[in-house]
């Protein structure tokens, strides 16, 4: 990514959190909430993030109480994401004025003491991280938080097997799951078209010579968490909606809606089979729609909660 595209990125994590916030599965959290165990100053919860980004998950972590004790590791390939929540470990507001910062250069790892555990970020490829042993059985959580969707299932959830201890918990949240509805309709036979070939695209996706992603992790999660002995103990809609209300968005869902917009834009662009002029004046009366408060979005996604099992 350009310095450009990562910090308009940046600017649309931002704007994401308040859109998932709104649309996580609060059944799902309460249950994550009341599975895990007592934590205390000495025995915090050992937890680690994948795809972890700006850290939207672990100020929600904060900000919802889910634990007061825990040493929290974020895993990202992206080093300026991380620099954003190295920045923000920085602030007086998130540590306690006796905090300190530790930093390993050779392993790109940048650790912040708090009154309560630690914070560390790691830049890593998150297979690189699964794969080693170091990690192995070292967690009591670990949470992938709209990733799950970016990566091939079983690979991952075999390398999560791997790094959570026995009788520890997945929270694995914002799966999509294969339907997205924009209101008003638009041209609708030729939108149908587009989300096709958009979720053909999730299919047949690959980085760095592996699959990346399918169009319906969601519902493909319930037989693969299955097939690797990790009982669901609790799952839940958390679809996305975004609406106008009289008019006008809220905070920064008229940005967040651009995006996915250009987003789908960008990705069908390559698409020989899509008319591109149809599509040029599709992506000009969608923006149209949100730069005049009138475009509703609703996607669906699923929130899981499961255990590793001792098998």
Request: with cysteine; hydrophobic share 40%; net charge positive.
């Amino acid at each position: 990514m350009t310095l450009r595209e990562t910090d308009r990125y940046i600017a649309y994590l931002k704007a994401k959190k308040s859109v998932d916030d709104r649309a996580l599965n609060r059944h799902v959290w309460q249950s994550l909430r009341t599975a895990l165990p007592a934590a205390n100053r000495r025995e915090p919860i050992r937890a680690v993030e994948l795809g972890a980004g700006t850290g939207a998950m672990l100020d929600r972590i904060r900000q919802w109480e889910l634990t007061e004790y825990f040493d929290y590791t974020m895993v990202d390939i992206n080093p300026d994401y991380l620099a954003a929540r190295v920045s923000a470990e920085r602030q007086p507001s998130l540590t306690a004025p006796s905090s300190a910062a530790s930093r390993k250069d050779n392993d790109a790892r940048v650790s912040f003491e708090h009154e309560h555990g630690t914070v560390t970020t790691v830049c890593a490829d998150l297979h690189d991280f699964l794969d080693d042993p170091a990690n192995r059985r070292q967690f009591r959580l670990a949470i992938a938080h709209a990733v799950m969707d970016l990566v091939d299932i079983d690979t991952v959830l075999a390398g999560l097997r791997r790094i959570v201890r026995a009788g520890g918990l997945l929270y694995l949240s914002l799966n999509y799951d294969g339907w997205t509805c924009l209101l008003p309709p638009v041209d609708s036979p030729f939108e149908k078209i587009i989300f096709d070939r958009y979720h053909r695209s999730m299919d047949r996706r690959t980085a760095g010579g592996r699959p990346a992603g399918a169009s319906r992790t969601g519902r493909l999660l319930f037989d693969g968490l299955e097939r690797h002995q990790m009982p669901i103990l609790a799952a839940g809609s958390s679809d996305w909606i975004v609406c106008p209300r009289h008019g006008r968005y809220g905070e920064d869902d008229a940005f967040f809606l651009k995006i996915i917009i250009q987003t789908i834009h960008r990705q069908l662009r390559q698409d020989a089979k899509i008319d591109q002029n149809r599509l040029s004046r599709w992506v000009s009366e969608r923006t149209t729609q949100i730069e005049t408060g009138r475009l509703t979005l609703i996607a669906r996604n699923f929130d899981f909660l499961a255990t590793v099992s001792n098998v």
